[in-house]
Nanobody, 121 residues
Framework: QVQLVESGGGLVQAGGSLRLSCAAS????????MGWYRQAPGKQRELVAA???????NYADSVKGRFTISRDNAKNTVYLQMNSLKPEDTAVYYC???????????????WGQGTQVTVSS
């Protein structure tokens, strides 16, 4: 099993910044792609940004130029720096990790518990 623990959400005014962190723990796994998703009330969960183990990144069009995803492979931790926040960024943000179990080479998908980000206008 892999556990994902998120931190860094909160309330911020429009134009402000927040930094989310997500640490993965668990033995016997290699962590592959890590990412952040978000879900606003009444909407589907959507990809915000993802980063491969090698550092390749992918962003939703709505956050390009404002958000930056990064990771520390030694710590199995992914970060999301969010700048120039807008009220429409308000959502619960979920960390996601794709992991491969060493013994079986099977891949598994894990989710964090979510952290609330609220941007006031």
């Amino acid at each position: 099993q892999v556990q994902l623990v998120e931190s860094g959400g909160g309330l911020v005014q429009a134009g402000g910044s927040l930094r989310l962190s997500c640490a993965a723990s668990g033995s016997g796994f290699s962590i592959n792609t890590m990412g952040w998703y978000r879900q606003a009330p009444g909407k589907q969960r959507e990809l915000v940004a993802a980063i491969t183990r090698g550092g390749s990144t992918n962003y939703a069009d709505s956050v390009k130029g404002r958000f930056t995803i990064s990771r520390d492979n030694a710590k199995n931790t992914v970060y999301l720096q969010m700048n120039s926040l807008k009220p429409e960024d308000t959502a619960v943000y979920y960390c996601n990790a794709d992991a491969t179990r060493w013994l079986t080479r099977r891949q598994y998908d894990y989710w964090g518990q979510g952290t609330q980000v609220t941007v006031s206008s």
